[in-house]
T-cell receptor, first 109, second 117 residues
Framework: EDQVTQSPEALRLQEGESSSLNCSYT??????LFWYRQDPGKGPEFLFT???AGEEKEKERLKATLTKKESFLHITAPKPEDSATYLC??????????FGTGTKLQVIP | SAVISQKPSRDICQRGTSLTIQCQVD?????MFWYRQQPGQSLTLIAT?????????ESGFVIDKFPISRPNLTFSTLTVSNMSPEDSSIYLC??????????????FGPGTRLTVL
């Protein structure tokens, strides 16, 4: 069975304190790995797609990387507005996406 | 990217009643998806809705409980039938937006927060 595990469940950072979120996966064949941001009371907002090991994508203070077993979302010098839940999802078959339970990030001024 | 709206944004319903949630997209899309997000949990796919064909339901979800309509390429509805408190969740619709990418990223609506008493 396809599994997606995110860690930590929650992370509290001081403003400017860089860190990484982890998404490990066990799937039969990866078509793509997605990162989303979800603010309270809102739908997930698409951030990145990664398709092959070694691939990296960047957007402002966020950088996503992918290996054969996991993905990292690196947050550099975070700001309070980066506070949100970050979701990882994997696509194995066409249109079937499995989501992790997310990492709730809080950035304190 | 596609702009997705949902109605209602939230509702409080009585046990045994039904609620229909609407999802409207500002452009034509082939694939629309309905998810459930229970409190403190991740997203679970309920069904995939293609225009002009029956919705495809995931394991654990049945058409009698969650009937879906897809009358055209910009609109879909999900009905939560004979509700119980266990149906209290956020319900989300999503679409694949071919205008954004050739890949299969999904883009989500704002969600409908349902509370069943």
């Amino acid at each position: 069975e396809d599994q997606v595990t995110q860690s930590p469940e929650a992370l509290r950072l001081q403003e400017g304190e860089s860190s990484s979120l982890n998404c490990s996966y066990t799937v039969s064949g990866l078509r793509g790995l997605f990162w989303y941001r979800q603010d309270p009371g809102k739908g997930p907002e698409f951030l990145f797609t990664l398709y092959s090991a070694g691939e990296e994508k960047e957007k402002e203070r966020l950088k996503a990387t992918l290996t054969k077993k996991e993905s990292f979302l690196h947050i550099t010098a975070p700001k309070p507005e980066d506070s949100a839940t970050y979701l990882c999802a994997v696509q194995v078959s066409y249109q079937k996406v499995t989501f992790g339970t997310g990492t709730k990030l809080q950035v304190i001024p | 990217s596609a702009v997705i709206s949902q109605k209602p944004s939230r509702d409080i319903c009585q046990r045994g009643t039904s609620l229909t949630i609407q999802c409207q997209v500002d452009s034509q899309v082939t694939m629309m998806f309905w998810y459930r997000q229970q409190p403190g949990q991740s997203l679970t796919l309920i069904a995939t809705a293609n225009q002009g064909s029956e919705a495809t339901y995931e394991s654990g979800f049945v058409i009698d409980k969650f009937p879906i309509s897809r009358p055209n390429l910009t609109f879909s509805t999900l009905t939560v039938s004979n509700m119980s408190p266990e149906d209290s969740s956020i319900y989300l619709c999503s679409v694949e937006d071919p205008g954004m990418s050739s890949y299969n990223e999904q883009f989500f609506g704002p969600g409908t927060r349902l509370t069943v008493l």
